[in-house]
């Protein structure tokens, strides 16, 4: 992104989106549009109009439901979301703990199951929920699709962030834009190694925002 590009998406502080009343209610975890992520995304959506999003870690589809409204602004648009079809425990490079029960997780599935189909009879988009672990789908998924836009925010394991990487890396075209949130490791793009891309942070939201410049 360009710097003015970068200043701008950083300079929004609201949003017009109109989330519909049936969305936003049955809350696990209170869920405030106010957020000053919710800003930053439309403003990058505003400026650079991505046709095809994939988010990784659907959770309670708000994000989706964000992005799939500001998808419908400029149609047609394909949304892909992932989220495991199981509870998870703890993730360790290479290897996944899964809970034996959760009621809570029972609870979340059926918010996003509720929050996806509600979409799906009223976008005009093309919406795609994946229920599975990124590591077995996201090679597959990138192979399918090219992204305008990926939202990293499933695992936020270092190993694991640098392995979806090397797929980004040989999947994405020059123009993708991916925000991996929540980074637990900084600089973690000195892991990512290459000079194809260009990496902002945002030390106040904790993201990483990294675009393909050159192939
Ligand atoms: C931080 S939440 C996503 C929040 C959502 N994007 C939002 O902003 O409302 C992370 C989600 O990623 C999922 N997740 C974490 N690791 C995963 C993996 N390896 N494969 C699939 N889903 C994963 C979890 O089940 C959880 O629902």
């Known amino acids: 992104m360009t710097k003015e590009n970068w200043k701008l998406i950083q300079a929004s502080k609201s949003v017009s989106v109109e989330i519909p009343e049936k969305l936003a209610q049955g809350k696990y975890r209170s869920w405030s549009i106010e957020n000053a992520t919710y800003p930053k995304f439309e403003k990058f959506f505003q400026i650079r109009q991505p046709r095809t999003v994939l988010e990784c870690g659907t959770f309670e589809a708000r994000t989706t439901v964000f992005f799939a409204k500001l998808l419908g602004r400029f149609k047609p648009g394909v949304l892909i979301t992932v989220d495991s079809p199981l509870p998870l425990e703890s993730e360790v490079p290479g290897k996944i703990i899964f809970k034996k029960s959760d009621p ?112």
Do not use: M
């Not at 093309?126 to 699709?145: P, T, V």
């Not at 936020?156 to 980074?183: P, T």
């Not at 490791?185 to 190694?193: A, K, S, T």
């Open 104 to 215: 809570h997780f029972e609870k979340v599935r059926e918010i996003k199951f509720k929050r996806l189909q509600w979409l799906k009879n009223h976008s005009e988009i093309q919406i795609i929920f994946f229920e599975g672990l990124i590591q077995d789908c996201l090679e597959l998924i990138l192979r399918s699709y090219s992204f305008d836009f990926v939202f990293e925010d499933a695992s936020h394991v270092a190993q694991v962030l640098e392995k979806n990487w090397r797929l980004y890396n040989k999947y994405c075209q020059v123009g993708s834009v991916i925000c991996f949130d929540d980074v637990v490791e900084n600089p973690i793009w000195l892991r990512f190694n290459t000079r194809d891309w260009i990496f902002r942070f945002d030390p106040e939201l904790n993201q990483l925002w990294a675009e393909r410049l050159s192939a």
